[in-house]
């Protein structure tokens, strides 16, 4: 095993790139579990947890995600009329890409 597999989630992760950016994996992933743990989510994405709770704070700050307590865990509802970002896309929603990876 190489000793980058563990930091990227192991070797069945991609090399090089790919066409979503971390943020939309982590966006992906707590819509499809809103109950998930920032811990699995950094092993599904293959990225560090603390990149993960950066990437959150990013999200939520931009209005994505809403982060709601239940008793000792988080929740994380995602708010699928926000704009995507770029120009380029700005005239779509960020529900409309969740809806083809994470349809709810």
Same mark, same amino acid.
């Given at each position: 095993?190489?000793?980058? $597999?563990s930091v990227r989630g192991g ?6 790139? +790919?066409?979503? +950016? ?10 499809? $579990? ?5 811990? $699995? ?6 990225? +560090? ?16 995600? #809403?982060?709601? #307590? ?10 699928? +009329?926000?704009?995507? #970002?770029?120009p380029a896309e700005r005239e ?6 969740? #809806?083809?990876f994470a349809p709810l």
């Open positions: 095993m190489n000793p980058d $597999d070797p069945e992760q991609p090399q090089g790139w +790919t066409f979503l +950016t971390n943020h939309g994996h982590v966006m992906i992933a707590l819509a499809r $579990d809103p109950g998930i743990r920032l811990r $699995d989510v950094a092993l599904l994405v293959g990225i +560090t947890e603390r990149s993960v709770q950066s990437i959150v704070a990013d999200l939520e700050g931009a209005g994505y995600v #809403r982060r709601v #307590r239940v008793g000792r865990r988080n929740r994380y509802e995602v708010d699928p +009329t926000v704009p995507l #970002r770029h779509h929603a960020i529900g409309e890409l969740l #809806r083809v």
